[in-house]
């Protein structure tokens, strides 16, 4: 069946929330217009992911090495669980910290790259953080991440797979074989009422050989699962904490920018009172020109005018 190129789905994805329906609905109206009505049905029904769920996409179709990377530790991490591989999982904990706090500083990169983004302030990183924890844990979250389609963050409340041990269940066979290995030793083989009591004790080391194993299990089950919810309090606490950090910075980038709104208000005030200062100090520049040459021409009149008198006068003329 016909239906939207991945690339053109890949491209609405990349396309930032509140811009996503203005281009699904262009490429639904031009489906229409190349005459198929398939693909502009299945793109009609394509929904408009979160914010956190767009820069997780981002990453997903950006850096998609990085999300591979991730399911391949999502995958090493479920299989410590299940055998049990206490040092290893522990390793694979701080592995895991390490490459969420990595792939959440580069999906604040991405989000920088693209014009339209929030500001660094305002992006969901918490969220994002909670997702890529929820696919590290949950391999159904882990396709959805690694698909570039994601359309809400998602959360991990539980604790990655329920490790199960590998028990070997002891049953009436067992006892019998217990009871018939001993016999089978050379120069061992009883017969007659003797038998009875060494297969009974046989049976009853492999009952307690059993329930001791089983112990020991649950023993180191316990042990694990108290330092896999020491490791979430810390992750929980860490969270919490950055949590606080980032509303922190985004208070203070807040504060900054209205800051640098006032200064740039006031350096506007300030440019336009300064070129009104040069507008007058240049009309009195020229005014001061007009004067100096309008003062000039009236002493050159009074000096003429005062030589015509001179000239004028009886007594001006040499004594005899």
């Keep these: 069946m016909p239906g939207p190129s991945p690339e053109l789905v890949q491209q609405l994805y990349r396309t930032p929330p509140e811009r996503f329906v203005a281009a699904r609905d262009a490429a639904v109206a031009e489906a229409r217009r190349a005459g198929d009505p398939s693909t502009a049905r299945q793109l009609a029904r394509l929904r408009r992911p979160t914010v956190a769920a767009w820069l997780v996409n981002l990453l997903a179709i950006h850096r998609p090495e990085l999300v591979a990377d991730l399911v391949q530790l999502a995958d090493a991490l479920r299989s410590a669980q ?14 895991r910290r390490a490459v969420v706090g990595a792939l959440v500083a580069e999906v604040r990169k991405l989000a920088a790259a693209e014009p339209d983004a929030p500001p660094a302030g305002k992006l969901p990183l918490a969220e994002v953080e909670a997702t890529l924890n929820a696919a590290l844990s949950d391999a159904e979250v882990a396709e959805q991440v ?65 329930r001791a194993e089983r112990a020991r299990q649950r023993r180191a089950l316990d042990r694990e699962l108290a330092r896999a919810r020491t490791d979430q309090e810390r992750a929980e606490a860490e969270l919490t904490e950055a949590t606080g950090q980032e509303r922190d910075g985004a208070t203070a980038l807040d504060e900054i920018e209205t800051e640098l709104a006032e200064l740039e208000r006031r350096r506007a005030v300030a440019e336009q009172d300064l070129s009104r200062a040069k507008l007058a100090r240049r009309a009195a520049e020229r005014a001061v020109t007009v004067a100096r040459r309008r003062a000039g021409e009236v002493e050159a009149a009074v000096e003429a005018l005062a030589a015509e008198e001179g000239d004028a006068d009886p007594g001006g003329g040499p004594a005899d």
């Excluded at 299940?82 to 592995?95: I, K, T, V, Y």
């Excluded at 074989?177 to 017969?191: C, F, L, S, V, W």
């Design 146 to 210: 690694r698909s570039g389609r994601l359309l809400r963050s998602a959360t991990y409340a539980g604790f990655g797979e329920v490790p199960r041990p590998q028990l070997r269940l002891v049953t009436g066979d067992d006892e019998e074989q217990a009871a018939e290995r001993p016999a089978r030793r050379p120069g061992a083989q009883r017969t007659g009422p003797e038998a009875a009591p060494r297969t009974d004790r046989a049976a009853e080391r492999a009952e307690r050989a059993a």
């Design 82 to 95: 299940r055998e049990l591989r206490g040092p290893r999982l522990r390793e694979l904990s701080a592995q």
